[in-house]
Nanobody, 122 residues
Framework: QVQLVESGGGLVQPGGSLRLSCAAS????????MGWYRQAPGKQRELVAG???????IYADSVKGRFTISGDTAKNTVHLQMNSLKPEDTAVYHC????????????????WGQGTLVTVSS
């Protein structure tokens, strides 16, 4: 069984910072990529940031320059440092892991965290 445990969400004022963390645990053979998605009420879910096992990163245009994603290979953990937060960043953030559970797996599977709420408000 594989699970993603998320932490770091909460309430912050505009211009403030938060750091989200996501740790993958369980039977994991290899991880190709991990990332963060978010979904606000009435909005489409979007990829906020992602990082591959090789360290390549990708960001949504709306967060580029403000958010930084990083990974800890030894701990199967990904972090999202969020600075200069704006009210429009308010959303439920979900951690995602693209992985292989065993050597015999045909392909990669996705595992999702339960979601953590980030609220940016005065």
């Amino acid at each position: 069984q594989v699970q993603l445990v998320e932490s770091g969400g909460g309430l912050v004022q505009p211009g403030g910072s938060l750091r989200l963390s996501c740790a993958a645990s369980g039977r994991i053979f290899s991880i190709r990529a991990m990332g963060w998605y978010r979904q606000a009420p009435g909005k489409q879910r979007e990829l906020v940031a992602g990082i591959t096992s090789g360290g390549t990163t990708i960001y949504a245009d709306s967060v580029k320059g403000r958010f930084t994603i990083s990974g800890d290979t030894a701990k199967n953990t990904v972090h999202l440092q969020m600075n200069s937060l704006k009210p429009e960043d308010t959303a439920v953030y979900h951690c995602n892991c693209l992985m292989r559970a065993s050597m015999n797996d045909q392909g990669y599977v996705e595992v999702w965290g339960q979601g953590t709420l980030v609220t940016v408000s005065s």
